[in-house]
């Protein structure tokens, strides 16, 4: 049971060193004074998962939505190409649909896409 390459022989001589250099009351204050260092070192480690696995649940969320709307924005773009009688068959009816979009999901650039779809059409 080597712990960071200390034998159990080795953990004892130190601390036996220890004792000696110290002394037996001051030891008792350095292991106290080590402890809290060890638990406030615990409780960081822990609040930093906590926070990264946040940050990872957050990202994937917001990666999945993306990924939806890129769904979305496929299909129409489909279906304004093939002409097919959906939403979006028509030049006016594909920029209607993108400014729908774009205000239902309180973006203020509708114009801009709007443009953007007009150039691809182009």
Same mark, same amino acid.
């Given at each position: 049971?080597?712990?960071?390459?200390?034998?159990?022989?080795?953990?004892?001589?130190?601390?036996?060193?220890?004792?000696?250099?110290?002394?037996?009351?001051?030891?008792?204050?350095?292991?106290?004074?080590?402890?809290?260092?060890?638990?406030?070192? =615990?409780?960081?480690?822990?609040?930093?998962?906590? /926070?990264?696995?946040?940050?990872?649940? +957050?990202?994937? %969320?917001? !990666?999945?939505k993306t990924g939806l709307d890129l769904r979305e924005v496929q299909r129409d773009l489909e279906n304004v190409?093939?002409?097919s009688p959906g939403q979006g068959s028509t030049e006016t009816g594909?920029?209607?649909?993108?400014?729908? =979009?774009?205000?239902?999901?309180?973006?203020?650039? /509708?114009?801009?896409?709007?443009?953007? +779809?007009?150039? %691809?059409? !182009?």
């Amino acid at each position: 049971m080597d712990f960071l390459n200390v034998g159990p022989w080795e953990l004892v001589l130190v601390l036996i060193i220890a004792i000696l250099v110290a002394g037996p009351k001051r030891m008792v204050e350095i292991a106290r004074t080590l402890g809290q260092y060890s638990r406030q070192l =615990r409780d960081l480690s822990r609040e930093f998962t906590t /926070a990264l696995q946040a940050e990872i649940q +957050a990202t994937e %969320e917001e !990666a999945s939505k993306t990924g939806l709307d890129l769904r979305e924005v496929q299909r129409d773009l489909e279906n304004v190409f093939a002409g097919s009688p959906g939403q979006g068959s028509t030049e006016t009816g594909a920029e209607e649909e993108i400014a729908s =979009r774009a205000e239902r999901d309180g973006r203020e650039d /509708a114009q801009t896409e709007a443009e953007d +779809a007009e150039v %691809e059409k !182009a």
